[in-house]
Structure formats: C-alpha cells, structure tokens
Nanobody, 122 residues
Framework: QVQLVESGGGLVQAGGSLRLSCAAS????????MGWYRQAPGKQRELVAA???????NYADSVKGRFTISRDNAKNTVYLQMNSLKPEDTAVYYC????????????????WGQGTQVTVSS
C-alpha cells in the first residue's frame, strides 16, 4: 500500500500564495505519477495538476500560469505552489498517485490522500 499525507493548506487572502506538499510512504515502487485534485462544495472533484517522475506535467486550464506542480523524487514528495489565488480556488485539495500517469489525469488513481482545506477570502 501507499500512504499519502498532504500539508500546507490554510486561509489566505485573494492574490496570496500557498504551497501544498504531499509525502508518499509505503510501497513507493507502486507509484510513478502524482497529482493534485480539488473539490469545492457542491462540485465534482477536478484535476488541478499532475506530474510524472520524469517531470512531465498536465495542468487544468483554470490554474495555468498561476500554479506550479513539482516533485522531489528523493523525498517521494509532490508540491503545488499556488500563486495569485482567487476565491474560486477555495476547495479541499487532494493528493493522488498511481503507477500510470493517465490514471492520475483521469481521476482513477489507486491512491489518494485525505485532503487539505484551502480557503481564499475576497
């Protein structure tokens, strides 16, 4: 099994920044791709960004130019740097991981974190 633990969420004013972290542990050999999803109240979970172990990335159009996903393979950790935050970015952010990049992008990852709340005030 793989355990994913997110951190870094919180309350920030519009225009501010936050950095989320997700540390993976356990059977690390089972994962190659990692990513971030978010779910706002009353909405479906949506992909924010995904990254392979080689650094290939995929971003939602709504966050391109504002968010950056990165990873430290030595630490088995993926990061999401969020800049120019907007109230519509308010959501619970979930870390996802899978051996297959397509699974992370499609939302069918085998492994998910518990989520961390991000609230952006106007």
């Amino acid at each position: 099994q793989v355990q994913l633990v997110e951190s870094g969420g919180g309350l920030v004013q519009a225009g501010g920044s936050l950095r989320l972290s997700c540390a993976a542990s356990g059977s690390i050999y089972r994962i190659n791709a990692m990513g971030w999803y978010r779910q706002a109240p009353g909405k479906q979970r949506e992909l924010v960004a995904a990254i392979t172990s080689g650094g290939n990335t995929n971003y939602a159009d709504s966050v391109k130019g504002r968010f950056t996903i990165s990873r430290d393979n030595a630490k088995n950790t993926v990061y999401l740097q969020m800049n120019s935050l907007k109230p519509e970015d308010t959501a619970v952010y979930y870390c996802a991981a899978d051996f297959r990049f397509k699974a992370v992008v499609r939302g069918t990852s085998d492994y998910w974190g518990q989520g961390t709340q991000v609230t952006v005030s106007s």
